[in-house]
C-alpha cells in the first residue's frame, strides 16, 4: 500500500516561509550592526605609512584602557598642513599619563628611553630643529603618539593627543 504523503497546504507553508525570512533579516541586521559598533578592517593607503610594516588592521572600537606600546587609531586634530582635523590616524602610544616627554638633539626619549632619533620634518613645516626641543610631563588622558618611520608626522612635532580623540585600539593583521 501506498502511503501518501501529508501536504502542508499553502498558505501554512508561505506563512513559515515569511517568518522564517524575517528572522533570517533580523539576525543578519543584529550581527551587522554589532560587528560595525565594535569592530572595522582598516586599511592604510599612504604612499608612505608612519608604520612601514602593516597597511591592515582590524580595529576595535571599544577600549577599556590605553596601553603603551599598542597601536590605536584616533582622530586628527591640529596636524595640518598634513592631515585634516578628523583624519583617523593610527600609530603606537609610547607615552602615557605621567611619563616623561624629552625631545632633543640625540632624539626623542620617553622616560630616558630613546624612541627615535631626528626631526624630519621640521624644515617642511617651515620650523628650525630647535623649536621642538622641550622636556615635560604628560598630563592625565593625553598620550604621546609615534610611528616607526623615521618620517612619522607624530607627537613630536604636533604635541599630545586627547583620550576624546582615540577610535579603538587596531591590531596590525599584514
Known amino acids: ?21 524575517v528572522f533570517m533579516v533580523g539576525t543578519y ?3 551587522k550592526s554589532f560587528v560595525s559598533e565594535n569592530y572595522s578592517i582598516m586599511i592604510d593607503t599612504q604612499d608612505i605609512r608612519c608604520i612601514p610594516e602593516y597597511s ?5 572600537k571599544k577600549v577599556d584602557a590605553i596601553k603603551r606600546d599598542q597601536i590605536y587609531v584616533f582622530k586628527a586634530m591640529g596636524l595640518e598642513p598634513f592631515f585634516e582635523d578628523g583624519a583617523t590616524m593610527g600609530k603606537y602610544v609610547v607615552g602615557i599619563e605621567g611619563d616623561i616627554v ?11 628611553t630613546l624612541k627615535t632619533t631626528g626631526l624630519m620634518l621640521a624644515e617642511k613645516l617651515g620650523e ?19 610611528g616607526t618611520a623615521p618620517r612619522s608626522y607624530d607627537s613630536r612635532y604636533w604635541g599630545l593627543a586627547d583620550i576624546s580623540q582615540v577610535r579603538g585600539e587596531a591590531i596590525p593583521l599584514w
Open 102 to 112: 624629552t625631545i632633543n638633539k640625540k632624539g626623542v626619549f620617553i622616560n630616558g
Open 56 to 60: 591592515v588592521y582590524f580595529q576595535l
Open 29 to 31: 541586521s543584529l550581527l
Open 1 to 21: 500500500m501506498n502511503k501518501s504523503k501529508e501536504r502542508i497546504p499553502p498558505l501554512q507553508f508561505a506563512a513559515k516561509a515569511v517568518w522564517l525570512i
Open 128 to 146: 628650525t630643529k630647535e623649536s621642538f626641543y622641550k622636556t615635560y610631563e604628560i598630563p592625565k588622558d593625553k598620550f604621546f603618539f609615534m
